[in-house]
């Protein structure tokens, strides 16, 4: 295959340097700060900058790729330099582009006078898979289609620039564009005030006040409604909910009634007057659309038919995002504003004339040729686009016949040598190809652009690298002014006084399943890793007592190997166990595979955590240079390894403790981690001493140390162990954080606090299971649970059976009485015992 994405010949328009090889004037400023740093220096910023990046969880996913969801937003911190000249421009052509995209929506779906006219073929429209008839004949609120427009700009040998792509239903990247701006305006900070760099935040608020404005109430709900954690963009929209004070949603958090949207939260259901939605439009609802869509909320098209809530954008927008659409672009503009488009797109053949068909004949060995609908970034991930030079001769030939055959399916388009500007990458200064994202926002007063952009950089010299999906990077675009920038920040008061609130909106139900589910794994991850601390720390001194503690505390964690824990008879083979289970990602029942359910359950809650809570989420879960599970295992790095995660759990455990509000995110969070502690310990407990041992006093010593109480235990009763002291203080004793007395004690109080609003909440199942759990620990004497007969103690295994259970039957009461409206499945969710 072919690696010239354009003809040999081509010649680049440089953004730096103008053809006489000199720094252009609006770049020499920023060439001078480049040349006054070292290149330690300059690597010192670059790194610091690729550290926030990583610490922030800024993310960019890759659909079908599972391991991508952890894969970095790569930047490159010198910043792409627009002049004003350029940029005014830019941002007259984006506004005529944005108009005349509303405008096409409002004929498309309304009187449909370009088709009947011939100026727009039938089959463009009505052969798209994103032209939703259900929606003919009606209007969004206030007859806006379009509030997000964005146009993905390239510059030409020429230095004109021309548009490749454009977005009108579902528009991204303005999050990773904001994020670029803090990152690069941290690293050059004199660089960014002296230059008079165009601020961005004035753009966001007027996005944001404007579709406010087309609500019924301010007093309702805005929400921004997310495919959720997959979806290839999910960073950008936690970060924007958080940065624009919306709640983040998905699809099966809201519920259509009467024509109107409500947000199901732990209170009942609150009427949502706003939805900025990041869903595609087909997705959005599978009653009218999609009916396999498990993203969208059923009978949302008819709540906007209504009018009872704003979308925005209006639902059907992807219908004119087609490369096809690009063909007949020139004659509409002229059709519906009476003026030619001020920046063209790049040249485009639809081949479903007989004059397209000819043409496309003609080029097809020097132009790129892809399916007529896929508005896919050009060479990404599924696109349809390839190099007519690249095509095989059956490939040719089969090409060749759709386009004779099917030629409606098809467009040709130019390949156009894209300008350069210059990165730095492997300690050196170059110069890649890039575009440029350019948003423009809808406001009552006319549309906005936001000054600045998302510049995506090639990951090498061809076009088909440029896609995110192909391992591009990006840069923060600075349009400098000619006079002060305006200071104004979202994160000011705006000048008006505040009320005084001690609890924020109220919740939705899913995010508190998902905060309970995320206590509970990251209270089974600490104590899953404290056992095998335990073990791994006797295999080399102590290998009796380690195959002992194995074969007792590991079996909810065994057949991570063909041999069962309890089979395992030599060092050699636990030692192969500890292996697979410290460090395989394979097997569900592995510590990798925990840590990867924590990160995945805080992923889904990524908007409910403070960012000092997520960067240590991040040190827990972060993969770690792990030896070959084929390697011979060394207890010294194990060990090691464990106590990093026994210390990120710590860490993690303190900032919910000292810096979470006390309200529901917390509750739900802490209560699910004293249910898993509590069930978990109970376990424990009976699985060390239900039964005689010769050896219970070091089952006792292991005990203490696995429930972080061995302290407390020697400062009350010294080095001398026995059976009643230590069930009392593990099981008993309300005063100890870690006994089991303790976690019930907190699980009561939690859920006085909890609402009682609906019919489940106010049955009490809930609270009726923890007192009653409760007053068995409270009414249990140490000395009958240590009371052994005939080698069994039957009143230890009466109580932590009980416990046990009955913490199984709280996490499925509180489910029943407050998650009712999550319906998404979760790995991974049953009782500890039974993994």
């Known amino acids: 295959m072919s690696e010239v994405a354009e003809p040999p010949t081509a010649v680049r328009f440089d953004e730096l340097r103008d053809s006489d090889g000199a720094v252009r004037p609006h770049w020499r400023?920023?060439?001078?700060?480049?040349?006054?740093?070292?290149?330690?220096?300059?690597?010192?910023?670059?790194?610091?900058?690729?550290?926030?990046?990583?610490?922030?969880?800024?993310?960019?996913?890759?659909?079908?790729?599972?391991?991508?969801?952890?894969?970095?937003?790569?930047?490159?911190?010198?910043?792409?330099?627009?002049?004003?000249?350029?940029?005014?421009?830019?941002?007259?052509?984006?506004?005529?582009?944005?108009m005349l995209a509303d405008l096409l929506l409002r004929d498309i779906y309304g009187p449909q006078r370009l088709i009947r006219e011939g100026m727009l073929p039938a089959h463009l429209v009505t052969g798209h898979p994103q032209f939703l008839r259900p929606l003919c004949g009606t209007q969004p609120v206030r007859g806006v289609h379009v509030h997000l427009y964005t146009a993905d700009l390239a510059r030409g040998p020429d230095g004109s620039w021309k548009v490749m792509a454009s977005r009108a239903d579902a528009p991204g990247g303005l999050g990773y564009a904001l994020e670029n701006r803090l990152v690069v305006s941290q690293t050059f900070p004199e660089s960014f005030g002296d230059m008079r760099v165009a601020r961005l935040a004035a753009f966001f608020n007027a996005y944001k006040e404007s579709i406010l404005g087309l609500g019924a109430s301010r007093r309702d709900r805005a929400v921004l409604m997310t495919p959720g954690p997959y979806n290839e963009a999910y960073f950008e929209h936690v970060y924007l909910s958080h940065y624009l004070g919306l709640t983040l949603v998905q699809g099966d958090d809201l519920?259509?009634?009467?024509?109107?949207?409500?947000?199901?939260?732990?209170?009942?259901?609150?009427?949502?007057?706003?939805?900025?939605?990041?869903?595609?439009?087909?997705?959005?609802?599978?009653?009218?659309?999609?009916?396999?869509?498990?993203?969208?909320?059923?009978?949302?098209?008819?709540?906007?038919?209504?009018?009872?809530?704003?979308?925005?954008?209006?639902?059907?927008g992807g219908v004119i995002e087609s490369p096809a659409m690009d063909a007949y672009l020139p004659n509409i503009c002229r059709a519906l504003l009476d003026e030619d488009l001020k920046i063209p797109d790049i040249a485009t053949i639809w081949c479903g004339t007989e004059w397209g068909r000819k043409e496309a004949l003609a080029r097809i060995d020097h132009s790129i040729l892809r399916d007529a609908f896929d508005a896919r970034p050009l060479f990404s991930r599924r696109s349809s686009a390839k190099l007519g030079s690249d095509l095989t001769a059956q490939e040719r030939e089969i090409a060749v016949a759709r386009l004779k055959q099917r030629g409606e399916t098809m467009v040709l388009?130019?390949?156009?040598?894209?300008?350069?500007?210059?990165?730095?990458?492997?300690?050196?200064?170059?110069?890649?190809?890039?575009?440029?994202?350019?948003?423009?926002?809808?406001?009552?007063?006319?549309?906005?652009?936001?000054?600045?952009?998302?510049?995506?950089?090639?990951?090498?010299?061809?076009?088909?690298?440029?896609?995110?999906?192909?391992?591009?990077?990006?840069?923060?675009?600075?349009?400098?002014?000619?006079?002060?920038?305006?200071?104004?920040?979202?994160?000011?008061?705006g000048g008006r006084t505040l009320e005084i609130k001690r609890y924020g909106e109220s919740a939705p139900s899913r995010a508190m399943d998902n905060l309970f589910w995320l206590g509970r794994y990251t209270e089974r991850t600490e104590s899953f890793v404290r056992i095998l601390r335990a073990v791994t720390a006797r295999i080399s001194d102590e290998p009796a007592a380690a195959l002992e503690v194995a074969r007792k505390l590991l079996i909810p964690y065994s057949h991570a190997s063909d041999t069962p824990i309890e089979e395992i008879a030599d060092e050699e083979a636990l030692a192969r166990e500890l292996q697979l289970l410290i460090y395989s990602p394979r097997h569900s029942r592995g510590l990798q595979r925990l840590l990867l359910?924590?990160?995945?359950?805080?992923?889904?809650?990524?908007?409910?955590?403070?960012?000092?809570?997520?960067?240590?989420?991040?040190?827990?879960?972060?993969?770690?240079?792990?030896?070959?599970?084929?390697?011979?295992?060394?207890?010294?790095?194990?060990?090691?390894?464990?106590?990093?995660?026994?210390?990120?759990?710590?860490?993690?455990?303190?900032?919910?403790?000292?810096?979470?509000?006390?309200?529901?995110?917390?509750?739900?969070?802490?209560?699910?981690?004293?249910?898993?502690?509590?069930?978990?310990?109970?376990?424990?407990?009976?699985?060390?001493?239900?039964?005689?041992?010769?050896?219970?006093?070091?089952?006792?010593?292991?005990?203490?140390?696995?429930?972080?109480?061995?302290?407390?235990?020697?400062?009350?009763?010294?080095?001398?162990?026995?059976?009643?002291?230590?069930?009392?203080?593990?099981?008993?004793?309300?005063?100890?954080?870690?006994?089991?007395?303790?976690?019930?004690?907190?699980?009561?109080?939690?859920?006085?606090?909890?609402?009682?609003?609906?019919?489940?909440?106010?049955?009490?199942?809930?609270?009726?299971?923890?007192?009653?759990m409760r007053a068995a620990c409270a009414d249990a004497n140490p000395a009958r649970l240590a009371f052994c007969e005939h080698g069994v103690r039957p009143g230890l295994i009466e109580l932590t059976d009980a416990i046990t259970s009955s913490a199984a039957e709280l996490s499925d009461a509180v489910a029943d009485a407050y998650f009712q409206h999550a319906s998404r499945s979760r790995t991974g969710s049953g009782a500890f015992v039974e993994g």
Not at 284 to 303: Q, T
Not at 458 to 483: E, I, P
Not at 646 to 656: E, I, K, P, T, Y
Request: charged content about 20%.
């Open 413 to 493: 388009q130019e390949i156009s040598p894209l300008g350069v500007a210059p990165v730095f990458e492997q300690g050196q200064f170059g110069a890649r190809p890039i575009s440029l994202r350019v948003f423009a926002a809808w406001t009552p007063n006319g549309w906005m652009v936001m000054p600045g952009g998302l510049t995506r950089v090639a990951a090498d010299d061809t076009m088909r690298a440029l896609s995110m999906q192909s391992d591009a990077s990006s840069k923060d675009a600075w349009v400098l002014s000619t006079s002060p920038v305006d200071t104004f920040s979202l994160l000011a008061g």
């Open 255 to 316: 519920a259509v009634r009467n024509g109107e949207v409500f947000l199901k939260t732990l209170t009942g259901l609150e009427r949502v007057a706003a939805i900025f939605r990041r869903v595609d439009s087909d997705f959005c609802d599978p009653l009218e659309f999609r009916g396999d869509s498990a993203l969208g909320v059923p009978g949302l098209a008819e709540a906007a038919r209504a009018g009872g809530v704003v979308l925005a954008n209006a639902l059907g």
């Open 29 to 98: 400023s920023f060439a001078k700060t480049l040349t006054q740093l070292s290149p330690e220096e300059f690597e010192r910023r670059q790194a610091a900058a690729r550290a926030t990046v990583q610490d922030n969880g800024v993310t960019y996913n890759v659909y079908d790729d599972r391991g991508g969801h952890a894969r970095p937003w790569q930047l490159d911190i010198v910043p792409f330099i627009l002049s004003p000249a350029d940029w005014k421009a830019i941002e007259t052509a984006v506004i005529q582009r944005a």
């Open 597 to 772: 359910r924590v990160e995945q359950t805080a992923w889904y809650v990524r908007d409910r955590l403070s960012l000092d809570t997520w960067r240590t989420i991040h040190a827990l879960t972060a993969d770690s240079d792990q030896p070959a599970l084929d390697a011979t295992f060394g207890a010294a790095g194990a060990r090691f390894y464990l106590d990093s995660l026994v210390r990120s759990a710590a860490a993690l455990s303190g900032l919910s403790a000292e810096n979470m509000t006390r309200g529901p995110n917390w509750l739900f969070m802490d209560l699910g981690r004293r249910v898993e502690r509590a069930h978990h310990l109970a376990w424990l407990v009976r699985q060390t001493v239900a039964h005689t041992d010769v050896r219970e006093t070091e089952h006792m010593r292991i005990l203490l140390e696995i429930a972080d109480s061995a302290m407390t235990y020697r400062s009350r009763y010294l080095n001398v162990f026995q059976l009643v002291p230590f069930v009392d203080l593990l099981l008993l004793d309300e005063y100890n954080p870690r006994s089991c007395a303790f976690q019930l004690a907190a699980i009561e109080s939690h859920l006085r606090e909890l609402p009682r609003i609906t019919l489940a909440q106010r049955s009490d199942v809930p609270r009726t299971v923890a007192h009653e």
